[in-house]
């Protein structure tokens, strides 16, 4: 896990998991503290951090391509074109293998990891078509997962 240690620390030394300066700046950058306490601010960024130790040698383990995923509701993908931490090539690749009724990769041109906070107009028009779309469904959709 070394290796992806420092792949990380590269990535964010030269500004690779985002599109316009530093992760870290994107982030407190649209964090309002009409929205929360600096407690909770704190508690925020030590979960990233445990979830990244936690979680790391288990995610090179995971292949979700070979689990043949079938699922019975729409399925987006939000990718920043200029995100260095999930190499694009292997969300087109996962989304080529789920099964469900509609398997979207939707392209943020301006953004890197984090393109809820680098494109913030263009994701919550985004969300606001999931949820018109929502609308639109049957009132008692089946299960998510396919039997």
Same mark, same amino acid.
């Given at each position: 896990?070394?290796?992806?240690?420092?792949?990380r620390?590269?990535?964010?030394?030269?500004?690779?998991?985002?599109?316009?300066?530093?992760?870290?700046?994107?982030?407190?950058?649209? %964090?309002?503290?009409?929205?929360?306490?600096?407690l909770?601010?704190?508690?925020?960024?030590?979960?990233?951090?445990?979830? +990244?130790?936690?979680?790391?040698?288990?995610?090179?383990?995971?292949?979700?391509?070979?689990?043949? %995923?079938? +699922?019975? %509701?729409?399925v987006f993908f939000?990718?920043?074109?200029?995100?260095?931490?999930?190499p694009?090539e292997?969300?087109?690749?996962?989304?080529?293998? %789920?099964?469900?009724?509609?398997?979207?990769?939707?392209?943020?041109?301006?953004?890197g990891?984090?393109?809820? +906070?680098?494109e913030?107009?263009?994701?919550i028009?985004?969300?606001?078509?999931i949820?018109?779309?929502?609308?639109?469904?049957?009132?008692?959709p089946?299960s998510?997962?396919?039997r």
């Amino acid at each position: 896990m070394a290796s992806a240690e420092t792949q990380r620390r590269w990535l964010y030394a030269f500004n690779g998991a985002t599109y316009q300066g530093s992760a870290m700046w994107t982030l407190l950058r649209n %964090i309002s503290l009409r929205d929360t306490t600096p407690l909770q601010l704190v508690r925020f960024f030590k979960g990233i951090m445990f979830s +990244l130790a936690s979680l790391e040698e288990e995610q090179t383990k995971v292949d979700l391509v070979s689990e043949r %995923i079938h +699922l019975c %509701i729409p399925v987006f993908f939000c990718c920043g074109r200029r995100d260095y931490n999930v190499p694009s090539e292997l969300t087109v690749e996962l989304a080529r293998s %789920i099964t469900a009724p509609s398997v979207e990769v939707v392209w943020f041109e301006r953004s890197g990891h984090l393109p809820n +906070l680098e494109e913030r107009a263009a994701f919550i028009a985004f969300c606001r078509r999931i949820s018109a779309l929502e609308a639109s469904a049957p009132a008692d959709p089946p299960s998510a997962m396919a039997r």
